[in-house]
């Protein structure tokens, strides 16, 4: 038998939802069966799934040790994963902000933010590492909750990302993402001369297969999404302009490809207009500052490459 104490990253969710987490290879069916039968009791009694947890609950679980390791996030159990190593004095992000709910950082360019493949090594997990060897996170199986990433910057896009690390803040951050609260200013180097500040809108189409997506003026689908931007022009060159952009609304590849749309793809974009332009690979594009709701207000500086473009720029 094991028993579980319920905390304050795990309060607030449903019963079945932190089984699901804390047993994450045990199949749904197995976990209801398990309530049903009284093998899983909450305060020690029977209860049903939906149930939401509250901080100082207890949960029994009348189960092999074999049958917990086998379907748990335990040491030993199937769900463990492994962090990447990490030294606190060299990390390889910057530390902006931090609380005791939520982290922001300053991701590179070339990071991914969240991985793709079961292999990779992404933002996440050396968040996850850093937590850890700071003793604010326990690993994997150390409670149902694993602290994540809130918002996603593309792998080639460097500047702040931000993080909960407790259940509070994760919700938290999500709650203000989806209501917009959070504003989000972007840095970028974009293809022609550009002087005025514009707003501009469309609605964006996921193309799953080729990963990237398109910009319409009108809807033509239910699964077509609107999307509004807004520029402000800060330094023109020869043939580019630095823009700060502001996200209005906050979807997939929406700066790179909305710019692009009007005729001003961003600089060393190989996805939306720049593949040709012989620059290399370098994508001029920086999340430069994010204002949370409550005004807390972080900002990451521009990468040593892109000062050096926009001063190569000022030089021709």
């Known amino acids: 038998m094991r028993e579980v104490k319920i905390g304050i990253n ?18 749904a069916g197995f ?21 939401l947890l509250k901080a100082g ?3 029994k679980l009348f189960l092999s040790e074999e049958t917990f390791l086998k379907f748990s996030a335990q040491p030993g159990g199937a769900g463990e994963g492994r962090l990447p190593k990490i030294d606190l ?3 390889p992000f910057s530390v902006l902000y931090e609380d005791d709910d939520i982290l922001m950082i300053d991701k590179p360019a070339g990071m991914l933010s969240q991985k793709a493949k079961p292999d990779d090594v992404s933002a996440n997990e050396y968040i996850l590492a850093y937590l850890a060897a700071k003793g604010a996170y326990g690993g994997a199986g150390s409670a149902a909750f694993t602290p994540s990433v809130c918002n996603r910057l593309d792998r080639n896009t460097s500047g702040v990302l931000i993080a909960g690390k407790t259940l509070k803040g994760l919700q938290e951050m999500a709650r203000q993402l989806k209501a917009r609260e959070i504003e989000k200013i972007y840095l970028c180097a974009v293809r022609g001369t550009i002087t ?4 501009i809108k469309g609605f964006l189409r996921k193309g799953w297969e080729e990963n990237k997506v398109f910009v319409l003026q009108e809807a033509e689908t239910k699964e077509d999404k609107p999307i509004e931007t807004e520029y402000v022009p800060v330094k023109n060159f020869r043939d580019a302009s630095l823009l700060q952009v502001r996200l209005i609304t906050g979807r997939t590849h929406q700066i790179r490809a909305h710019l692009a749309s009007v005729g001003h793809p961003v600089i060393g974009d190989t996805k939306y207009g720049e593949g040709a332009s012989g620059r290399g690979h370098t ?3 920086h ?7 409550d005004g807390t207000q972080v900002t990451a500086p521009l990468p040593e490459a892109f000062e050096r473009f926009l001063k190569l720029q000022e030089e021709c």
């Open 57 to 59: 609950d207890t949960v």
């Open 10 to 27: 795990e309060a607030g969710q449903r019963f079945d939802k932190y089984l699901k987490k804390l047993l994450c290879e045990a199949p």
């Open 31 to 51: 976990l209801y069966k398990m309530l049903r039968k009284k093998n899983i009791l909450l305060n020690g009694k029977k209860a049903a799934g939906a149930k």
């Open 196 to 199: 005025e500040t514009r707003r």
């Open 287 to 293: 999340a430069y500052r994010v204002r949370l709701a």
């Open 283 to 285: 994508l001029y594009l």
């Open 89 to 91: 004095g060299r990390l």
